[in-house]
């Protein structure tokens, strides 16, 4: 009897603790910026933008084990659709950025379906070719897409019932990080769904969830839409937050940039994205404060932040692949281990 | 002292034992044959000896020298050679390539093609063919003749008769009864077909679970019907 | 008319050096199992290598040949020192790995040559030959650029089909356990595979670096361009990466012409995208890969 009743408390509980994940999160993200300057209000935009893209790219690449090297494109996509709605066609804010993630959301079913037939390094390089060319798109259509400046777009303006001298800053943070609370709920209650389950079952043994019933094609797909969604809704804040879409923001670098941040945070765990996030939000500053303290030339600490990024990436694979999250984790079941040893079965 | 000394061996692949304290030699000039049951640890032992897996415990000797832990390519080259169960013939060369391959490392001293021809003549009209599409039969004799280009001195054998006709698997027994006389090789010979192997070996090692429980003279064992129906089946 | 044929004859220069490129994939996918997202990282290195060298020493071949002698050397180290640890394991961690080198190579470039791009020379006239009045879209330097494919291409063939090395390399490709039993060191024939394949990119590096000049991100389309042609032809078929590049070659250039050079990436996905659904395996590979 309590195996049923447990089995029905587990639903709703995932659906329960990811709404007080959200609500703990948002209140947190509320205090905090009510303490920050302009400055660190952008940074936390940016992170919250990215981590609505990398939370959909580690459930990609980590529980369903398909690489994309596409999503800086994606990203992409999203932001022209916001570019253009809000330039041009003068939407409202909500509606474009819906409609950033359905037009993403297309091209992700299309880029989703011809992915189900590719794997590792075929997917990569098919990923890698969208990555490059996709931006190229700007330049032959300058009239619709702008060519090499991009779009502007004119910033969003904070509600009257904030106050007069409510800082335009802090309005673009808590757009960016509404849209990652809403990308976090969602993405935590897909983890650990039966579509979650689905993503792994395809991504250890494609045969063996074949025979249990899974339709391997069509929950790979999902996994690329899902992350599709989730990338033009980050391309789209993107856009809100930098006024902005140009092709040279989603160069090929991007897309590397959002792979390292994936495997450095830890692949498939939503707080790994959110320690990806921080890292390509932080990482510049740092690296500019260090080139500052040793006097490096902007050469140099221009591209520090890219060095590590490839540093981190090959480490990551060979010493580490776990990343932040698999460290942390390994941290603290080694703590609990120090607490009650022997608490675990010895093998037979 | 035998050419090849095998000594408590132990093979575990995590917490499964699946060699347990095995211990035997091969004369050179004479076939010894390793009987028992599917997963009684028999060719786990050979691809320990070669090189291929790693022991937990005991001891290989070479003509004397310690060859656990070498790395495979270098006991190859200290005149072992592995006839992998399975033939281990590479699909993309052809028949020629392949052979050629084995005496490579040997380079001037290898043996010539034309010895290899004349033993096994029918690979000598597939010579330019790729060697997969070769039959069972020919491939067996590929790989043996493969591994007897580079002159070695032991000749670890696993299986050769699966899925090979009976005629023809008596013709390949035969054959390395006579090479092990002719040139001088220590065969260890792994083997479901017990009554084949004993026919043509000198001794017999039967495993059972990864220990031996019998090792004596070929005759013997075949003699002792009780044995025989306990592990080898006839 | 004379349109087409221009467009035609570049096609086939610009086919060589994707072919060169394709080439040096299809070699570490030959030897390793691993597609090298690094070469246009290493390709990039050795060119920024040789463009110091020439210079500081004014000959062009100079900086040439030390652009090939450091693609030995790069080669090597990679494989030995670095891909070595992900061979025969999960595919997605090579991908990772080369990726990772590719950006670090970019970043390192971008930090000791700076990221601007800078010319390169031609080993020859880049000048059209002259064909009555007017002047073709093919010049010596294409001329010297197709001579190179064409030698390197020969060159692999007489090496893997005519000699030992070759023969244990091949054998260490389809079958490392077995060559080991054979007393091959097939570690070594990994590296030199992965030498083999740095020196035929740096080729490319080289000989295309004029017209697209050298900086960090210079090369990138030319790595994709390279990885399409390689699986139009088949990863495992040199043969196959040879058509391959002029294959593609030709099919970008009448898309730039006809269509304008900005969809030229996007074509080449189409045409990858293409042959992955269609024919995966590619036009030239063989349909054996199983070991008995």
């Given at each position: 009897?309590?195996?049923?009743?447990?089995?029905?408390?587990?639903?709703?509980?995932?659906?329960?603790?990811?709404?007080?994940?959200?609500?703990?999160?948002?209140?947190?993200?509320?205090?905090?910026?009510?303490?920050?300057?302009?400055?660190?209000?952008?940074?936390?935009?940016?992170?919250?933008?990215?981590?609505?893209?990398?939370?959909?790219?580690?459930v990609?690449?980590?529980l369903s084990?398909?690489?994309?090297?596409?999503?800086?494109?994606?990203?992409?996509?999203?932001?022209?659709?916001?570019?253009?709605?809000?330039?041009?066609?003068?939407?409202?804010?909500?509606?474009?950025?819906?409609?950033?993630?359905?037009?993403?959301?297309?091209?992700?079913?299309?880029?989703?379906?011809?992915?189900?037939?590719?794997?590792?390094?075929?997917?990569?390089?098919?990923?890698?070719?969208?990555?490059?060319?996709?931006?190229?798109?700007?330049?032959?259509?300058?009239?619709?897409?702008?060519?090499?400046?991009?779009?502007?777009?004119?910033?969003?303006?904070?509600?009257?019932?904030?106050?007069?001298?409510?800082?335009?800053?802090?309005?673009?943070?808590?757009?960016?990080?509404?849209?990652?609370?809403?990308?976090?709920?969602?993405?935590?209650n897909l983890v650990h769904s039966d579509v979650g389950r689905a993503f792994r079952?395809?991504?250890?043994?494609?045969?063996?969830?074949?025979?249990?019933?899974l339709?391997?094609?069509?929950v790979?797909?999902v996994a690329?839409?899902v992350?599709?969604?989730?990338?033009?809704?980050?391309?789209?804040?993107?856009?809100?937050?930098?006024?902005?879409?140009?092709?040279?923001?989603?160069?090929?670098?991007?897309?590397?940039?959002?792979?390292?941040?994936?495997?450095?945070?830890?692949?498939?765990?939503?707080?790994?994205?959110?320690?990806?996030?921080?890292?390509?939000?932080?990482?510049?500053?740092?690296?500019?404060?260090?080139?500052?303290?040793?006097?490096?030339?902007?050469?140099?600490?221009?591209?520090?932040?890219?060095?590590?990024?490839?540093?981190?990436?090959?480490?990551?694979?060979?010493?580490?692949?776990?990343?932040?999250?698999?460290?942390?984790?390994?941290?603290?079941?080694?703590?609990?281990?120090?607490?009650?040893?022997?608490?675990?079965?010895?093998?037979? | 002292?035998?050419?090849?000394?095998?000594?408590?061996?132990?093979?575990?692949?995590?917490?499964?034992?699946?060699?347990?304290?095995?211990?035997?030699?091969?004369?050179?000039?004479?076939?010894?044959?390793?009987?028992?049951?599917?997963?009684?640890?028999?060719?786990?032992?050979?691809?320990?000896?070669?090189?291929?897996?790693?022991?937990?415990?005991?001891?290989?000797?070479?003509?004397?020298?310690?060859?656990?832990?070498?790395?495979?390519?270098?006991?190859?080259?200290?005149?072992?050679?592995?006839?992998?169960?399975?033939?281990?013939?590479?699909?993309?060369?052809?028949?020629?390539?392949?052979?050629?391959?084995?005496?490579?490392?040997?380079?001037?001293?290898?043996?010539?093609?034309?010895?290899?021809?004349?033993?096994?003549?029918?690979?000598?009209?597939?010579?330019?063919?790729?060697?997969?599409?070769?039959?069972?039969?020919?491939?067996?004799?590929?790989?043996?003749?493969?591994?007897?280009?580079?002159?070695?001195?032991?000749?670890?054998?696993?299986?050769?008769?699966?899925?090979?006709?009976?005629?023809?698997?008596?013709?390949?027994?035969?054959?390395?009864?006579?090479?092990?006389?002719?040139?001088?090789?220590?065969?260890?010979?792994?083997?479901?077909?017990?009554?084949?192997?004993?026919?043509?070996?000198?001794?017999?090692?039967?495993?059972?679970?990864?220990?031996?429980?019998?090792?004596?003279?070929?005759?013997?064992?075949?003699?002792?019907?009780?044995?025989?129906?306990?592990?080898?089946?006839? | 008319?004379?349109?087409?044929?221009?467009?035609?004859?570049?096609?086939?220069?610009?086919?060589?050096?994707?072919?060169?490129?394709?080439?040096?994939?299809?070699?570490?996918?030959?030897?390793?199992?691993?597609?090298?997202?690094?070469?246009?990282?290493?390709?990039?290195?050795?060119?920024?290598?040789?463009?110091?060298?020439?210079?500081?020493?004014?000959?062009?071949?100079?900086?040439?040949?030390?652009?090939?002698?450091?693609?030995?050397?790069?080669?090597?180290?990679?494989?030995?020192?670095?891909?070595?640890?992900?061979?025969?394991?999960?595919?997605?961690?090579?991908?990772?790995?080369?990726?990772?080198?590719?950006?670090?190579?970019?970043?390192?470039?971008?930090?000791?040559?700076?990221?601007?791009?800078?010319?390169?020379?031609?080993?020859?006239?880049?000048?059209?030959?002259?064909?009555?009045?007017?002047?073709?879209?093919?010049?010596?330097?294409?001329?010297?650029?197709?001579?190179?494919?064409?030698?390197?291409?020969?060159?692999?063939?007489?090496?893997?089909?005519?000699?030992?090395?070759?023969?244990?390399?091949?054998?260490?490709?389809?079958?490392?356990?077995?060559?080991?039993?054979?007393?091959?060191?097939?570690?070594?024939?990994?590296?030199?595979?992965?030498?083999?394949?740095?020196?035929?990119?740096?080729?490319?590096?080289?000989?295309?670096?004029?017209?697209?000049?050298?900086?960090?991100?210079?090369?990138?389309?030319?790595?994709?361009?390279?990885?399409?042609?390689?699986?139009?032809?088949?990863?495992?078929?040199?043969?196959?990466?040879?058509?391959?590049?002029?294959?593609?070659?030709?099919?970008?250039?009448?898309?730039?012409?006809?269509?304008?050079?900005?969809?030229?990436?996007?074509?080449?996905?189409?045409?990858?995208?293409?042959?992955?659904?269609?024919?995966?395996?590619?036009?030239?590979?063989?349909?054996?890969?199983?070991?008995?």
């Open positions: 009897m309590s195996a049923v009743t447990a089995r029905i408390r587990r639903p709703r509980s995932t659906l329960a603790r990811s709404l007080g994940l959200v609500v703990f999160a948002g209140a947190a993200l509320l205090v905090a910026s009510e303490a920050l300057g302009p400055y660190d209000e952008l940074q936390l935009a940016n992170g919250a933008y990215y981590f609505a893209v990398l939370a959909g790219l580690t990609l690449i980590g084990g398909q690489i994309s090297l596409g999503h800086g494109a994606l990203m992409a996509v999203g932001a022209y659709t916001v570019a253009l709605l809000i330039g041009d066609e003068r939407w409202a804010l909500v509606p474009a950025l819906l409609a950033a993630v359905a037009v993403t959301t297309l091209v992700g079913v299309l880029v989703g379906a011809a992915a189900t037939r590719l794997r590792g390094p075929y997917l990569a390089g098919a990923t890698l070719a969208f990555a490059v060319g996709l931006p190229a798109l700007a330049d032959k259509y300058t009239s619709l897409l702008g060519g090499e400046n991009g779009l502007v777009i004119n910033p969003p303006t904070p509600p009257s019932g904030l106050g007069a001298n409510f800082p335009l800053e802090r309005w673009e943070a808590w757009i960016a990080c509404a849209g990652a609370l809403v990308v976090l709920f969602a993405m935590n079952a395809v991504r250890d043994d494609e045969i063996a969830a074949s025979l249990c019933g339709h391997v094609g069509r790979q797909t690329f839409v992350s599709a969604a989730c990338a033009g809704l980050g391309g789209g804040l993107l856009a809100v937050v930098l006024q902005l879409a140009s092709p040279g923001a989603f160069a090929l670098q991007l897309s590397l940039s959002l792979l390292t941040a994936v495997v450095l945070g830890g692949l498939g765990s939503i707080a790994g994205a959110a320690w990806g996030a921080a890292v390509l939000v932080l990482l510049p500053g740092w690296t500019n404060d260090i080139a500052h303290s040793f006097s490096l030339s902007t050469q140099v600490s221009a591209n520090l932040p890219l060095a590590i990024y490839g540093l981190v990436l090959i480490l990551a694979m060979l010493v580490w692949p776990g990343g932040i999250q698999g460290a942390l984790r390994a941290a603290v079941s080694r703590l609990r281990e120090r607490r009650a040893p022997g608490a675990r079965d010895a093998s037979p | 002292m035998a050419l090849l000394e095998i000594e408590q061996l132990t093979i575990d692949y995590g917490p499964v034992r699946a060699v347990d304290g095995v211990t035997l030699a091969v004369e050179e000039g004479s076939v010894t044959a390793v009987l028992g049951a599917n997963g009684a640890g028999k060719t786990s032992l050979l691809r320990t000896i070669s090189g291929l897996e790693r022991a937990s415990g005991g001891r290989v000797r070479l003509d004397g020298e310690d060859i656990l832990g070498v790395a495979v390519e270098d006991i190859a080259r200290r005149g072992l050679a592995h006839v992998p169960e399975g033939r281990g013939v590479i699909a993309e060369l052809s028949t020629e390539e392949n052979l050629r391959l084995g005496g490579l490392w040997r380079g001037a001293q290898a043996a010539p093609l034309g010895d290899m021809y004349e033993l096994f003549p029918p690979l000598r009209e597939r010579r330019t063919q790729l060697a997969a599409s070769l039959s069972g039969g020919e491939r067996q004799m590929l790989s043996i003749g493969r591994a007897l280009m580079a002159r070695p001195r032991v000749l670890l054998l696993d299986e050769p008769s699966l899925g090979l006709a009976p005629l023809v698997s008596a013709q390949i027994m035969r054959l390395i009864s006579s090479l092990a006389v002719a040139r001088k090789l220590a065969v260890l010979l792994v083997e479901q077909n017990a009554r084949s192997a004993l026919s043509i070996a000198d001794r017999g090692v039967v495993l059972n679970l990864g220990r031996v429980v019998a090792d004596d003279a070929a005759r013997a064992l075949a003699d002792d019907e009780g044995l025989r129906r306990a592990y080898l089946g006839f | 008319m004379t349109r087409f044929i221009d467009l035609t004859l570049n096609g086939i220069s610009t086919g060589a050096i994707y072919a060169l490129v394709a080439l040096a994939l299809v070699l570490t996918w030959r030897a390793t199992r691993i597609v090298n997202f690094a070469q246009g990282g290493m390709l990039m290195i050795t060119t920024f290598i040789a463009s110091s060298t020439i210079a500081s020493s004014g000959s062009y071949w100079l900086g040439f040949a030390v652009a090939l002698v450091c693609g030995l050397a790069l080669g090597a180290l990679v494989e030995r020192g670095l891909m070595r640890r992900v061979e025969g394991g999960p595919a997605l961690n090579a991908v990772i790995v080369a990726l990772g080198l590719l950006i670090l190579l970019q970043a390192l470039a971008g930090m000791i040559w700076g990221n601007t791009p800078r010319s390169f020379p031609p080993a020859f006239s880049i000048r059209g030959y002259e064909v009555g009045a007017t002047h073709v879209l093919f010049a010596p330097n294409d001329t010297f650029t197709v001579l190179v494919v064409v030698a390197v291409a020969a060159g692999l063939a007489a090496l893997f089909r005519g000699t030992a090395l070759g023969l244990k390399m091949r054998a260490a490709a389809f079958g490392p356990e077995v060559a080991r039993m054979l007393g091959v060191r097939v570690g070594r024939m990994f590296t030199l595979g992965w030498a083999l394949a740095a020196l035929v990119g740096s080729l490319a590096g080289v000989l295309v670096a004029p017209e697209v000049f050298v900086g960090p991100n210079q090369f990138d389309p030319i790595l994709i361009f390279g990885f399409t042609a390689a699986v139009l032809g088949g990863l495992d078929s040199p043969v196959g990466a040879v058509v391959g590049g002029v294959v593609l070659g030709l099919a970008l250039s009448y898309v730039s012409g006809y269509e304008g050079p900005s969809l030229v990436t996007l074509a080449a996905l189409a045409i990858l995208i293409a042959v992955l659904m269609i024919r995966p395996r590619g036009l030239f590979s063989s349909a054996q890969e199983r070991r008995v």
